[in-house]
């Protein structure tokens, strides 16, 4: 295994311990397995609220609407931290026809976005709630 492929191993293990101790949900006795759409590797952790959500959806058995689109950084206290060029990846989403944005409360834009709600969460549970 190389470091890197250890590294992300580490990461995963970290955002499903938060996982359990700021969303409530216990997954560590679950087989996990991440895989990416195309083989793209994902090496930037505004990824992290995306796959939380993804593994909550996979357990739950209650897919997510194909039009929500989700970034942020989670913390281990289970915060939500903003993420580099977030209103950009904002008017992006829109334009590809993204409905839905749950995004850290720091990369809401001031001026809104035609055509995207926007959901502003500073922390994992309030995400988690988005999605019910």
Do not use: C, W
């Amino acid at each position: 295994m190389r470091y890197d492929e250890i590294a992300d191993q580490l990461h995963e293990d970290e955002l499903l311990a938060v996982l359990h101790r700021h969303g409530g949900l216990m997954v560590g006795d679950q087989d996990v397995f991440v895989n990416v759409v195309g083989g793209v590797k994902v090496t930037e952790t505004s990824a992290d609220l995306s796959l939380l959500l993804a593994i909550v959806s996979s357990f739950r058995d209650k897919p997510l609407p194909q039009t929500l689109i989700a970034f942020g950084e989670v913390g281990l206290s289970g915060e939500i931290r903003p993420v580099p060029s977030g209103q950009e990846r904002l008017r992006e989403a829109a334009k590809h026809g993204f409905k839905k944005a749950i995004v850290p409360a720091a990369n809401v834009p001031r001026q809104p976005i035609d055509g995207i709600e926007i959901i502003a969460d500073k922390k994992l549970v309030d995400a988690l709630e988005a999605i019910d």
